[in-house]
């Protein structure tokens, strides 16, 4: 047998981006989930080539705070948890933080995102 190695974190987060991302329709369907759980009301999907070329999911949730974006990315990174005791009480459609990091692994990817302004000034 060859020698026994640790897997590179590059190589680990390519296998792990094929358990999540079985197929362009699952990238999709990871999107979706997160547009409901930020309570959007508004969803538009546009892919080119059935997704293989292309996938954007723009959504008017709550969106991600700019200090948060590199975060998101981050592999097992989530708002929705954040003890043992939340996953016996998940609202949410997703809560292991894995699409994203998953989708930055296998794809050129972006995120765009503003969230409601607080204390305007008038
Ligand atoms: N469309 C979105 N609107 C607002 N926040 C989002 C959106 N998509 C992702 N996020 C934020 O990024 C985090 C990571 O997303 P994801 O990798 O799908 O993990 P999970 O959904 O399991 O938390 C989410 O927990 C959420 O805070
Ligand atoms: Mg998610």
């Known amino acids: 047998m060859p020698e026994i190695k640790v897997l590179s974190e590059h190589i680990r987060n390519k296998i792990a981006a094929g358990e999540v991302l079985e197929r362009p329709a699952s990238a999709v369907k990871e999107l979706i989930e997160n547009s409901i759980d930020a309570k ?26 700019n200090n948060e974006i590199k975060k998101a990315v981050m592999r097992h990174a989530t708002s929705k948890i954040s003890s043992i005791d939340d996953i016996f009480k998940i609202n949410s459609l997703g809560f292991r933080g894995e699409a994203l990091p998953s989708m930055a692994a296998v794809s050129r990817f972006e995120i765009n995102s503003r969230t409601k302004r607080k204390n305007r000034a008038i």
Not at 43 to 50: L, W
Request: a negative charge; glycine letters at 16%.
């Open 40 to 65: 959007a009301t508004k969803i538009e999907i546009e892919i080119s080539d059935g997704g293989h070329s292309y996938i954007r999911v723009t959504d008017n949730g709550a969106g991600i705070p």
